[in-house]
């Protein structure tokens, strides 16, 4: 019902910028925290940054300063700007929404934690 469709990642040298977008589709009423994951191999997956509907924000200590995450509530829609990408920023991103109001089949449903298929992000030095 509710599908995340993110964009932007790739290869990016040291020093350089990447936006990231992720689009929530669906009879999307609301949705109240948005955030950004990521996951480096073999290590768990990490929240870099996320935003709540009225617009506060939380970030990972060590992307402070370089990440700034944003989002546009009339279209669902998240972003994130990294700049001054550092190799150990190199990792899967995954997009989440997280308290999602929508409609299914004519009525009215709150779902948790939707996660995005992953985009990859690798910063060469």
């Known amino acids: 019902q509710v599908q995340l469709v993110e964009s932007g990642g790739g290869l990016v040298q040291a020093g350089g910028s990447l936006r990231l977008s992720c689009a929530a589709s669906g009879s999307i009423l609301s949705i109240n925290t948005m955030g950004w994951y990521r996951q480096a191999p073999g290590k768990q997956r990490e929240l870099v940054a996320s935003?709540?509907?009225?617009?506060?924000?939380n970030y990972l200590d060590s992307v402070k300063g370089r990440f700034t995450i944003s989002r546009d509530n009339a279209k669902y829609t998240v972003y994130l700007q990294m700049n001054s990408l550092k190799p150990e920023d190199t990792a899967v991103y995954y997009c989440?929404?997280?308290?999602?109001?929508?409609?299914?089949?004519?009525?009215?449903?709150?779902?948790?934690?939707?996660w995005g298929q992953g985009t990859q992000v690798t910063v060469s030095s």
């Open positions: 935003i709540t509907s009225g617009g506060s924000t």
């Open positions: 989440n929404a997280d308290s999602v109001l929508y409609i299914s089949s004519g009525l009215y449903k709150r779902d948790n934690d939707y």
